[in-house]
């Protein structure tokens, strides 16, 4: 599983030119998912990203966690951040999960977020995207 997580001023999905989710000061997830990952695995990048330190403190240091600001999150499927690409020129998507796979893994990811409470909007799966975003710092890492 590979992620990668921004912290946004705003994001916006489109699919087909229409906007179909939206948020404000939050965090954008983009979800990469393998054969070999598991119920297990998300739950622990789910822990992981809730807990992760990227918004600034009273003090205005980075260090406060996604769970103390409930901030708005934005998770989006991307099977290209699974994609090798040390042969050729083609990018090679064998280790990805199969689509049903993938999908079901994306659905519990999702899931604990919206479990947590916290404001969850999403992309379409498996859908031509187009992602439109301000990252904010830049702040960006990956998982």
Request: net charge positive; glycine share 8%; charged share 30%.
């Amino acid at each position: 599983m590979k992620t990668v997580i921004q912290r946004v001023s705003y994001c916006k999905v489109r699919v087909a030119n229409d906007i179909i989710s939206s948020i404000d000061k939050g965090i954008l997830i983009l979800i990469g998912i393998e054969k070999s990952d598991t119920f297990d695995i998300v739950d622990g990048c789910f822990e992981r990203v809730l807990k992760l330190g990227i918004f600034k403190d009273d003090k205005g240091k980075i260090g406060k966690s996604v769970a103390e600001e409930k901030c708005d999150i934005m998770i989006v499927s991307q099977i290209t951040l699974i994609a090798n690409l040390n042969k050729g020129k083609k990018p090679d998507f064998s280790r990805s999960a199969t689509l049903d796979e993938a999908k079901r893994l994306y659905i519990h990811f999702v899931g604990r977020f919206k479990d947590a409470g916290l404001n969850v909007k999403t992309g379409k799966f498996g859908e031509y995207m187009k992602v439109e975003l301000e990252n904010d710092g830049p702040v960006t890492f990956v998982m």
